[in-house]
């Protein structure tokens, strides 16, 4: 198969490399000729573990290539997918689908020979419609099919999730743009991963339904962690104890200081509107926004109540920065509300994170950054866990008790054991921990 890739963001370069290293040509497209320019010289605009490699060993073999000119790939494609950005659109929560739209008009005006046009960027049910309208506009005589194909991957794990699915979401009613999607995801059909042909108005509402469903899950569970707290219960234990029941599975129930990213905040706000325009308001989904929002910013007060109630003057080491760990990326993360509310109770506060300082420069350039996590904690009043990064699980404890001015710490991803915290000698609050 012959695939074009409009968009080098996370998801059109994870999917694009993927692609390739299935067999299948590929040419990944991008306006920004920065962007392109880097990925010629093999430099990745995101970070991924395992991307650098995919994309340098499908490079060498032919069948990965980065242009600026959609012209000629979209010509030669069997199969073109949008992966644009569709950011919230500023002021009203909705997605912003100009970037959709302006690629879709492109792409009209190269077709040749039947071409399937897919949406994987994350779009609003009835996107699909209005791609397909604009392609007829601009060009009437396009053989054309145009389909949906949302992605379901986390940065992270996103080539683990890419190349063992849980299972593969196609929209489309059109039999021959079935036997062309069968084809580009063959390989992973050979792996077992189940392919669910949908029309193309429910595959867009699948992904937003499932971002949700997972959002609501991790807002339920801490909730429930807050429940825990106050009447002596340990949350990491209920967790167990309800995902043994396969009804509602082990998944997706670590509780935390509320989930953040480009995902789950963005899509669960645009669904609520979509779902407002529609009159059929979502309440359960628009609760799961407000507590989550509400919790971000309760965290610096759980901060404040461990270190004795007052952090005005005190210091507050942060390990973690990142909205989860095996990425870089800050966006929606927990840690600013929490530093922003860190710095406005007059604390002072020093962050170390193994791959989101520069990035977190940018959203938080009023505090300073360690150069490892004992240095982070060097002088602290009180250290904070933020995100959960391996290396964080393997400290040396004890070196960094020696660091602190006083052994507190708050850990928001219930990384370490409290009994273990006790007998060296730390004050150690994490979440849901009551018991
Ligand atoms: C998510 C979806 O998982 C993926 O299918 C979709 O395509 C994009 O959005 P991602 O945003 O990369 O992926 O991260 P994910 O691992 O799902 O975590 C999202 C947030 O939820 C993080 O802030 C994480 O810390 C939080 N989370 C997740 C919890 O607090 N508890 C959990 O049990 C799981």
């Known amino acids: 198969m012959r695939i074009t890739m409009i968009g080098t963001g996370y998801v059109g370069l994870v999917s ?10 590929v040419t990944c497209v991008d306006t920004d000729a920065g962007k392109i320019a880097a990925l010629h010289r093999g430099e990745m605009p995101i970070y991924e573990p395992g991307l650098e490699q995919l994309v340098e060993t499908s490079v060498k073999a032919g069948r990965l290539d980065f242009q600026t000119d959609l012209s000629g790939p979209v010509a030669e494609a069997d ?7 569709t950011p919230s659109r500023r002021g009203d929560g909705h997605a912003d689908l100009s970037y959709v739209y ?5 792409i009209a005006a190269a077709l040749k020979g039947f071409t399937v046009v897919v949406t994987k960027s994350t779009v609003p ?4 419609d209005e791609v397909e309208r604009i392609i007829r506009e601009v060009n009437p005589s396009a053989d054309v099919a145009v389909a949906s194909n949302p992605e379901f991957l986390r940065e992270g794990a996103a080539i683990r999730d890419f190349k063992h699915p849980d299972r593969i979401v196609v929209g489309t009613s059109e039999e021959r743009a079935r036997k062309v999607m069968g084809e580009v995801y063959r390989p992973l059909y050979l792996n077992q991963a189940p392919i669910l042909y949908t029309e193309r108005r429910t595959a867009e509402l699948i992904k937003y339904a499932a971002n949700a469903f997972l959002a609501t899950k991790i807002t339920f569970i801490n909730e429930i962690a807050d429940l825990a707290e106050k009447v002596g219960a340990d949350v990491q234990e209920v967790a167990r104890g309800i995902g043994l029941d396969n009804r509602i599975g082990p998944k997706f129930l670590n509780a935390g200081p509320g989930f953040g990213g480009s995902c789950f905040p963005k899509d669960t706000r645009a669904l609520v509107k979509t779902a407002l325009d529609h009159d059929v308001p979502l309440r359960i989904v628009e609760a799961v926004l407000a507590v989550n929002d509400n919790r971000k910013r309760a965290m610096a007060r759980k901060v404040a109540a461990a270190a004795g109630g007052n952090l005005r003057g005190k210091t507050v080491a942060v390990l ?6 095996e990425t870089d990326d800050m966006r929606e993360a927990p840690s600013i ?24 420069k940018h959203d938080l350039p ?3 950054y360690a150069t490892d996590p004992y240095d982070c904690a060097h002088g602290a009043d009180v250290l904070v866990i933020v995100t959960e990064w391996v290396q964080f699980r393997a400290l040396d404890l004890a070196r960094l008790k020696n660091e602190m001015a006083h052994p507190v710490i708050v850990d928001l991803r219930n990384i370490y054991r409290r009994d273990e915290m006790a007998a060296l000698g730390f004050t150690y609050e994490s979440i849901g921990r009551g018991a």
């Open 16 to 25: 694009g490399a993927c692609l390739a290293d299935f067999g299948h040509r």
């Open 79 to 85: 199969a073109v997918f949008i992966a644009v950005g």
């Open 102 to 106: 302006a690629a879709a008009r492109e």
């Open 125 to 128: 049910v009835g996107t699909g």
């Open 320 to 325: 973690g920065l990142t909205f989860k760990p």
């Open 337 to 360: 509300p929490l530093v922003t509310g860190l710095l406005d109770l007059g604390a002072r506060v020093r962050a170390y994170d193994p791959a989101g300082m520069e990035p977190a």
């Open 366 to 368: 009023n505090i300073g």
